[in-house]
């Protein structure tokens, strides 16, 4: 199995741009969560979808940010208009049957978001 | 606000010897334990687990305790690697919920 795979891996922005990142999860999963690391808060989840149905979005920062999945094998997270606060790394991860309760996450490599 | 807390950024440890990194968490009702661990440019991965319904877990050179009256749990690494060098994140959930609540990780190096 690929795992989960996200892309860009790097982003760099100016500030009042729009930023698009993409999630791929693994094959079978029906839970997707997006978390973003930050050194102060370290990962903060932001949304998470169970079957392709958003679930939870309670921890979107504010109306600029926005996450979609259209099918189960891909989601996206839309910020729009980017600030330099958004700079953080982004991760998506899946897992099978329970979500986070006993059943680990699995995550991608992260997209780095740079907005200057 | 902060429902799971890594007071320690960072800890440095000789390479044999044991590495400790600890974990604090405020919602009682948190009643399922996790530890995942970071690589730089790459995501967390699963390292171990523990329920509530237990006080200690044990995966190799890996031991998660956990004390529940002071809701607080720990990863003992023995004995520790160089590649044990990493960012290690606890996290918890409970019944019910689907998502986890994370720390904001430990960064543990192993001097050779």
């Known amino acids: 199995d690929a795992g989960v795979i996200q892309s860009p891996r790097h982003e760099v922005t100016e500030m009042g741009q729009e930023v698009t990142l993409r999630c791929k999860p693994i094959?079978?999963?029906?839970?997707l969560f997006w978390y973003r690391q930050t050194m102060m808060r370290g990962l903060e989840l932001l949304i998470y979808?169970?079957?392709?149905?958003?679930?939870?979005d309670s921890g979107m920062p504010e109306d600029r940010f926005s996450a979609k999945m259209p099918n189960a094998s891909f989601s996206t997270l839309k910020i729009q208009p980017s600030e330099p606060r958004d700079s953080a790394v982004y991760f998506c991860?899946?897992?099978?049957?329970?979500?986070?309760?006993?059943?680990?996450?699995?995550f991608g490599n992260g997209t780095r978001l740079t907005v200057t | 606000d902060q429902q799971v807390k890594q007071n320690s950024p960072s800890l440095s440890v000789q390479e044999g010897r044991i590495s400790i990194l600890n974990c604090d968490y405020t919602n009682s009702m948190f009643d399922y334990f996790l530890w995942y661990k970071k690589y730089p440019a790459e995501g967390p991965t699963f390292l171990i687990s523990i329920s509530s319904i237990k006080d200690k877990n044990e995966d190799g050179r890996f031991t998660v305790f956990l004390n529940k009256s002071a809701k607080h749990l720990s990863l003992h690494i023995v004995p520790s690697q160089p590649g044990d060098s990493a960012v290690y994140f606890c996290?918890?959930?409970?019944?019910?919920?689907?998502?986890?609540?994370f720390g904001t990780g430990t960064r543990l190096t192993v001097i050779p």
């Open positions: 094959s079978g999963h029906d839970y």
């Open positions: 996290a918890a959930s409970s019944a019910g919920a689907n998502n986890l609540f």
């Open positions: 991860a899946s897992s099978f049957n329970a979500g986070a309760y006993n059943s680990p996450l699995h």
């Open positions: 979808f169970n079957n392709n149905v958003p679930i939870d």
